[in-house]
Nanobody, 125 residues
Framework: VQLVESGGGLVQAGGSLRLSCASS????????IGWFRQAPGKEREGVLF????????YYADSVKGRFTISSDNAKTTQYLQMNSLKPEDTAVYYC???????????????????WGQGTQVTVSS
């Protein structure tokens, strides 16, 4: 099971980026997918979690209305569309996967066994 991320970069405030999380060895529909970010000197923060099995999507308040997700037809790649980016969105972004996550633990990085390598997103003011 592998996750590979891409799509990070440098963007001005107000701009957009789309991150990709490509899986190998499994279809994303079978897993809970979490997106996390970690800024320098800060703890890893969960920003968005999705479960294809029941259609549940959770957004952190900090990204609600600006970040959305979608998947390719093969359900092997999930995309994180980030709009109206702010300097405080600057971080390394990770996708993670787990077969089962208790709802009250969705924001806990430790419950996800599979992680991508991370991709840097930098938003300039």
């Amino acid at each position: 099971v592998q996750l590979v991320e891409s799509g990070g970069g440098l963007v001005q405030a107000g701009g957009s980026l789309r991150l990709s999380c490509a899986s190998s060895g499994f279809t994303l529909d079978d897993y809970i997918i979490g997106w996390f970010r970690q800024a320098p000197g800060k703890e890893r923060e969960g920003v968005l979690f999705s479960s294809s099995s029941d259609g549940t999507i959770y957004y952190a308040d900090s990204v609600k209305g600006r970040f959305t997700i979608s998947s390719d037809n093969a359900k092997t790649t999930q995309y994180l569309q980030m709009n109206s980016l702010k300097p405080e969105d600057t971080a390394v972004y990770y996708c993670a996967a787990a077969l089962d996550v208790p709802p009250d633990k969705a924001t806990t990085p430790g419950v996800y066994p599979y992680w991508g390598q991370g991709t840097q997103v930098t938003v300039s003011s």
